[in-house]
């Protein structure tokens, strides 16, 4: 028997922490007993949950036993999706579309010397964009440490600080641009609160054949996001219209569920009327929730905006394993109701579950509490969905959006020619080796330069 979780809910050890002002005075232990309460009432898989004594251990250490120990059919840990964070900033992130930062994306492609560390993509408007860092720009050094060869322990906990800035941190990158002839220059950055741009490089393609394909870099699954893809969906269907569309998520983590059925609704226009987005499948002690595809969004003001209609037959989308949850339910949703859904990347995540996320004394637990399914009543997809033409995403001299950068000239090419070109299918195994590698890469710890949400977020 467990006492209910409201019972212990804001009962904190430091109050100074707590974000609610229904905050009361408690103990780690009331914390604690709150995470076992609230695990075994909403966790997908309580049963489980091994019973812990919460007065074991710090509220982290024990927030990482409230989970299975089960695997699933391929080895892979059932819950790999389990994570906590300081509640203003997952909120700032999550509402606001606000972080800490430079405003770019780094990937590191060498961890050992001689180190590899590139930008990715570049956030409009930041500190990263004031001194024209793009895709492709290597950082070679961090206030005159060498970032490609220094091996001194030091040297890279003082490098990761510059990689992980708080608020005013002020650091100096000696940087080479892409292109084989570049010349080495200084920058000098100073981190602040960034406004993340969900939707970039929104633009429509003319094709050697005269089709138009529409392409969109999409990143982030947050409330910011809502009124771009509209915006988005209009600029598509002015004029004449478009022939097909390439939905970028290669980097694009997941987020609220919401944000997946706008875009996919825009996706399928009238292919989706009458039938389930997704269906919401939680434990034994909740019943389960159909969400159908939608023709309008209403934003927390209560204004109701209309969605367009692109009224795809299909959609060609660019993955990687960064390629995940709410960006996975996008395609899962849409195969559900037959639209076709060409893969042209690497393998994504894998991950078909999801949570509420709930504030406790200035935290905010995830765990995962439910499983979505789409219109067929289909999903796991544990080891993720195969890409249909398979691409390493290692094409760093080519700007994102540009019709030369490889993942997407494969989705034109397949576009125009109605099969992967045979380029691609030569870089299967490559592809399939530098995601592995890549996903193994860091500098210990592994920088990045803002958080973004593993999981699917059910609630807004």
């Known amino acids: 028997m467990f006492c209910p979780s409201d019972n212990f809910h804001q009962y904190c050890a430091d109050l100074s922490k707590a974000f609610s002002t229904d905050a009361k005075q408690g103990t780690y232990v009331d914390e604690n007993n709150w995470l076992r309460s609230w695990s075994h009432e909403t966790y997908l898989w309580y049963d489980e949950i091994e019973e812990v004594d919460p007065a074991c251990c710090t509220t982290p250490e024990y927030f990482e036993l409230m989970k299975t120990k089960e695997t699933t059919s391929s080895g892979k840990p059932k819950d790999r999706f389990h994570f906590s964070q300081p509640t203003r900033e997952y909120r700032?992130?999550?509402?606001?579309?606000?972080a800490v930062g430079y405003g770019i994306r780094l990937k590191i492609l060498q961890r050992s010397p001689p180190r590899n560390v590139v930008?990715?993509?570049?956030?409009?408007g930041s500190p990263a964009a004031g001194v024209n860092l793009v895709r492709g720009t290597q950082i070679l050094s961090v206030d005159g440490i060498d970032v490609v060869n220094s091996t001194d322990e030091n040297d890279i906990e003082r490098i990761n600080a510059a990689l992980n800035p708080s608020a005013g941190d002020t650091h100096?990158?000696?940087v080479k641009d892409p292109g084989s002839s570049s010349q080495e220059r200084s920058v000098t950055m100073t981190a602040r609160e960034i406004t993340v741009h969900p939707v970039q490089n929104v633009k429509v393609i003319t094709t050697s054949e005269g089709d138009r394909v529409g392409y969109m870099l999409f990143n982030r699954h947050n409330d910011p996001a809502a009124q771009p893809l509209i915006n988005a969906g209009n600029t598509f269907r002015r004029g004449s219209g478009i022939n097909d569309l390439v939905l970028d998520l290669r980097y694009n983590n997941g987020g609220f569920l919401y944000i997946?059925?706008?875009?996919?609704s825009i996706i399928a226009g009238s292919a989706g009327n009458g039938k389930n987005f997704a269906t919401i499948e939680y434990n034994d002690k909740t019943d389960n929730i159909s969400t159908p595809f939608a023709d309008a969004f209403k934003d927390e003001n209560g204004t109701v905006h209309l969605l367009p209609d692109l009224d795809l037959t299909r959609l060609f989308v660019l993955?990687?394993?960064?390629?995940?949850?709410?960006?996975?339910?996008?395609?899962?949703?849409?195969?559900?109701?037959?639209?076709?859904?060409?893969?042209?990347?690497?393998t994504t995540c894998g991950k078909y579950h999801g949570f509420v996320s709930t504030d406790n004394c200035g935290t905010t637990y995830s765990t995962i509490q439910l499983r979505v399914v789409?219109?067929?009543?289909?999903a796991?997809?544990?080891?993720?969905?195969?890409?249909?033409?398979?691409?390493a995403d290692n094409d760093y001299d080519h700007q994102l959006g540009d019709p030369e950068e490889s993942l997407l000239k494969t989705a034109l090419a397949y576009q125009t020619d109605d099969a992967c070109p045979s380029s691609s299918s030569a870089q299967v195994r490559e592809a399939a080796t530098k995601s592995s590698q890549e996903e193994s890469l860091s500098i210990d710890p592994?920088?990045?330069?803002?958080?973004?949400?593993?999981?699917?977020?059910?609630n807004r």
Do not use: H, M, W
């Open 119 to 124: 930008v990715v993509y570049t956030e409009p």
């Open 92 to 98: 700032q992130l999550s509402n606001e579309g606000v």
């Open 446 to 458: 592994a920088p990045s330069p803002y958080s973004s949400f593993p999981g699917l977020i059910l």
């Open 319 to 346: 993955t990687s394993p960064s390629t995940c949850s709410a960006s996975e339910l996008i395609i899962n949703s849409l195969r559900g109701i037959d639209i076709e859904v060409i893969l042209v990347g690497s």
């Open 172 to 174: 100096t990158f000696t």
């Open 260 to 264: 997946a059925q706008i875009i996919a």
């Open 374 to 378: 789409n219109n067929k009543g289909v």
């Open 380 to 391: 796991d997809y544990d080891d993720g969905f195969s890409p249909t033409c398979s691409v």
